[in-house]
């Protein structure tokens, strides 16, 4: 019984692809997260939904679309892939909306790399 | 802005004690999370400190100091299993998600 679980686990891609990552969290949670982790490990926060409502969006390109059907799942669309974007990207998820104040429960990550 | 500093990177044996320090510069603050991450694994929940003081919770104890921005975590009786990444993480202004410190990998030999 997994919590949360991204699809697919390993990604290679041409730069100029589109590209789409799937989550989707068995907890009943309603804030859904996605990070990106680089290759120095820096785990970096890029959108937040709520309800299939947008939170947050820190500063991420345009080509970076989150999609929420509905509360459990949290898509994550890339247009035009670049070569910066290869990177590890982790879903996660939190009951409360203030996700400052309540754990967040990641998923398996999914490693991207664009050649 | 959000400042988070963590050491890079610690070894230890076996059995020692380790103490992984995190320093944190906030707008705001609405508590402060340790998180564990394994090597191609996700980080993993370990304590959250909201209050000035130490938290333990077996092996692991985390200690908070709001007024110095300070937090660390306190590993006990070392293991080869707690090899891995440890993040420091604080909330951001708004308090809607976390801003990760860049973490500590530990190396625990034999």
């Known amino acids: 019984d997994t919590a949360v679980s991204q699809t697919p686990k390993y990604l290679v891609t041409q730069m100029g692809n589109d590209k789409s990552i799937k989550c989707e969290q068995n907890l009943g949670h309603d804030t859904m997260y996605w990070y990106k982790q680089d290759s120095k490990k820096f785990l970096k926060i890029m959108f937040s939904y709520n309800n299939k409502e947008l939170i947050i969006n820190e500063t991420v390109p345009n080509r970076f679309s989150p999609k929420s059907p509905d509360k459990a799942h949290l898509n994550l669309h890339i247009n035009s892939l670049e070569l910066g974007d290869s990177a590890v990207y982790f879903c996660?998820?939190?009951?409360?909306?203030?996700?400052?104040?309540?754990?967040?429960?990641f998923g398996p990550g999914t490693r991207l790399t664009v050649l | 802005g959000q400042n988070i500093d963590q050491p890079t990177e610690m070894t230890a044996t076996e059995g020692a004690i380790v103490q992984i320090n995190c320093t944190y510069q906030?707008?705001?603050?609405?508590?402060l999370f340790w998180y564990q991450q394994h090597a191609g694994e996700a980080p993993t929940f370990l304590s959250y400190?909201?209050?000035?003081g130490l938290e333990e919770k077996g092996r692991f104890s985390s200690f908070l100091s709001r007024s110095k921005g300070y937090s660390y975590l306190l590993l006990k009786e070392l293991q080869m299993k707690d090899s891995a990444s440890y993040l420091c993480a604080v909330a951001n202004q708004a308090g809607t998600a976390l801003i990760f410190g860049k973490g500590t990998t530990l190396s625990v030999s034999s």
């Open positions: 400190n909201v209050l000035d």
């Open positions: 996660a998820s939190s009951q409360e909306p203030q996700g400052a104040t309540d754990t967040q429960y």
């Open positions: 906030t707008s705001g603050f609405n508590g």
